[in-house]
């Protein structure tokens, strides 16, 4: 499969600070490439070597075959960005904006349609400050798609956004790569990254601590499942040997076991064997958000 | 590129669109200068060698219309461009810009264009209405006038962009710009002449761009001829306010 970016032991630093030490990773053409990681570990700068918004230290980088080192503002030019804290003049109108943006392009679709796609026709002639927060987003995700991109960058765009507004922006997002392109998406929304990426890249004090599917991430780094229910038997010491369990806590009346594989259909089974049967019986799966507090130790990390 | 000529096209509209900007180019240098031509009148006592001294040997509005001519430059070179660009960087507008592929060029070229063209709509509108209104002259070299302005406007242009590279934030480059702007305006020819400033006033003018830029106009205006020292002096104010604007330009 064709490369859209290829990263190989980016490092970059501020003097003695290492904001980026020794990321590799590639992303494909068609994929929904996800960055996670706590404040400060990374994931902008290297978002920002990548379109040559700064300098790198050292390493390679490759982004649609080029070296944005040295050809930062033509690699510009050929995809689409949303940074964050980045805007547009106040007063500018819709239409104003996308026809600039189309402007630097010779191969820019045509921004009505892309205004009729966006939901923006009957803003055209709004001027940007008088646009909601998802009028924005969606001004900016067209902008950043005026030019036809084959790879867009998506800095946190839904930071700041209410539910429903983040909901709509992740429409947005798997409408953009159905449109063809290669998405590499910043974000710190688990729950985000989790619904829209097909690999994900964990940075955690400057380096990939993980790096596979959200699936692949679960299984390897979110720890056991649990089996919770509420019970008066006093011993429950047999659970231990029940198959895929690793352990058994209790807090009162509410025993957790925890476990692996298909430890639910084997406790619900024991326990019915011995005529328990808790109408509170339910199942709690790790989710990328305990592989990720597990990756990067659960308390930022700044 | 396509580019440029869209962005110097966007940002005259948004110049017109926004209040602050138009107040200090078009409005306040009008008001001020019809207010002094109300009070001293244009006509000059040719018996008094201290008054012809002091008004260069022309009636008050005379003098006063090539030095609101030159204020116009300074509000846009002082004010408007440097808070734009301030506000611009502030506001993550040009981080946005760079993000999408516009080279500095593109950004600078559009600024100054729009400054020039601000500069010389109020040029016009001033000469104008003063004729209208006062009977004032036209200028008595024309080319010569034109260079001076061109020189004049470039240098105000450049002051601008070295203000918008070197003031942090819009408030900097607000409270920064405005407080050259009246200092200038009051000693360097929109204020009281020259001739009966104190001497401590008029060295300090000597070190204003717009004490220079206003003789300049004034003297080509009134037909005395090209002032070499001030044209050379307000040369040196481009070239050194130029560089160093380009080499201190930042995006973010």
Not at chain 1, 15 to 43: C, T
Not at chain 1, 219 to 226: K, L, N, V, Y
Not at chain 2, 99 to 117: H, K, M, N, T, Y
Request: proline letters at 4%.
């Amino acid at each position: 499969m064709a490369r859209a970016v290829v990263v190989r032991n980016l490092r970059r630093t501020y003097g003695e600070v290492v904001a980026v030490d020794d990321v590799s990773f590639h992303v494909d053409e068609g994929e929904i490439f996800g960055i996670i990681g706590p404040n400060g570990s990374g994931k902008t700068t290297t978002v920002e070597c990548l379109q040559g918004l700064r300098s790198r230290s050292g390493g390679e980088v490759e982004v649609l075959g080029l070296d944005p080192g040295s050809h930062g503002t033509q690699v510009r030019q050929l995809i689409g960005s949303q940074l964050q804290e980045s805007n547009l003049p106040d007063r500018i109108k819709v239409w104003e904006a996308l026809d600039l943006f189309a402007s630097r392009s010779r191969s820019a679709v045509d921004w009505r349609e892309l205004a009729e796609r966006w939901g923006l026709t009957g803003k055209l002639n709004a001027v940007f400050a008088s646009l909601s927060g998802g009028q924005q987003q969606r001004l900016f995700v067209a902008l950043a798609l005026v030019n036809a991109p084959r790879l867009v960058f998506l800095d946190e765009m839904t930071t700041g956004l209410d539910p429903s507004a983040r909901r709509l922006a992740w429409e947005l997002i798997a409408a953009v790569r159905e449109h063809g392109a290669t998405v590499v998406l910043v974000t710190h929304f688990m729950d985000e990254a989790e619904a829209l990426c097909d690999r994900i890249a964990v940075f955690h004090r400057g380096r990939v601590a993980a790096l596979d599917t959200p699936g692949g991430l679960v299984a390897a780094h979110g720890g056991d499942s649990r089996v919770i229910f509420s019970t008066g038997e006093g011993d429950l010491s047999w659970l231990g040997s029940v198959p895929c369990v690793d352990g058994v806590a209790r807090r009162g009346r509410r025993i957790e076991v925890s476990g692996h594989g298909a430890v639910l259909a084997h406790t619900a089974a024991a326990l019915g064997a011995r005529g328990i049967y808790p109408a509170d019986l339910h199942f709690e799966r790790p989710t990328l958000e305990d592989a990720f507090l597990n990756l990067v130790g659960g308390h930022g990390g700044q | 590129m396509r580019a440029t000529p869209k962005l110097t096209w966007i940002e005259m509209k948004l110049f017109f669109r926004e209040p602050m900007a138009l107040i200090f180019s078009f409005a306040f240098p009008f008001f001020v200068m019809f207010i002094l031509a109300g009070v001293f009148g244009n006509e000059i006592d040719t018996e008094d060698p201290e008054s012809l001294e002091v008004w260069r040997g022309v009636g008050p509005a005379d003098y006063y219309v090539p030095a609101y001519v030159g204020i116009v430059m300074a509000s846009m070179g002082l004010i408007s461009l440097p808070l734009r660009l301030a506000t611009y960087r502030e506001r993550g507008v040009l981080r946005r810009f760079r993000a999408a592929g516009f080279p500095a060029g593109a950004i600078i070229i559009s600024q100054v264009a729009v400054a020039l063209g601000i500069a010389a709509v109020g040029a016009i509108a001033i000469t104008v209405s003063s004729t209208l209104f006062y009977g004032t002259q036209a200028p008595e070299m024309p080319l010569a006038t034109l260079g001076a302005w061109l020189l004049g406007a470039g240098a105000f242009a450049a002051i601008g962009i070295f203000l918008g590279a070197i003031l942090p934030t819009a408030r900097t480059a607000q409270g920064g710009g405005l407080i050259l702007f009246f200092m200038m305006m009051f000693i360097s020819g929109g204020g009281p002449p020259r001739g009966v400033l104190t001497t401590s006033m008029r060295t300090l003018s000597d070190f204003l761009p717009l004490t220079h830029v206003v003789l300049m106009l004034q003297e080509t205006w009134l037909g005395y001829g090209w002032d070499t020292r001030a044209s050379l002096i307000t040369v040196a104010f481009f070239v050194c306010t130029a560089a160093a604007g380009l080499f201190r330009f930042r995006w973010g």
